[in-house]
């Protein structure tokens, strides 16, 4: 399912220019690399949890794997969260 769904950002992202990091640092970096490493990231996190603080893996895997989509659509940096709220709305709409 995660990477399904992960191409389809990807894909996204892709579609609408938004592959680029456009950092002056790391110009040679993908924004679904980076999607993918918080992704992997967010795992060992939730796998590592001993908090006894239950967690809805499905959400937060999901909401990792769209956290920076709204880049495509802005490179504002307050704005792409609410742009990557907006792209998963849809998304989610057509499941």
Known sequence: ????????V??????NDGEAM???HFPFRK????????FQW????IDGNDSGVAI?????LIAALF?????ALSLDGPRHADN???VFNEYASCL
Do not use: P
């Not at 990807?10 to 579609?15: M, P, V, W």
């Not at 809805?56 to 937060?60: H, M, R, S």
């Not at 956290?67 to 880049?71: I, L, P």
């Open 1 to 8: 399912m995660y990477d399904e769904i992960f191409d389809d």
């Open 10 to 15: 990807k894909k996204f992202l892709a579609d």
């Open 22 to 24: 456009k950092i002056a």
């Open 31 to 38: 924004r679904s690399e980076h999607t993918w490493r918080v």
């Open 42 to 45: 967010v795992k060992r996190l």
């Open 56 to 60: 809805d893996t499905d959400y937060v």
């Open 67 to 71: 956290h920076d989509v709204g880049y």
């Open 84 to 86: 990557s709220a907006i």
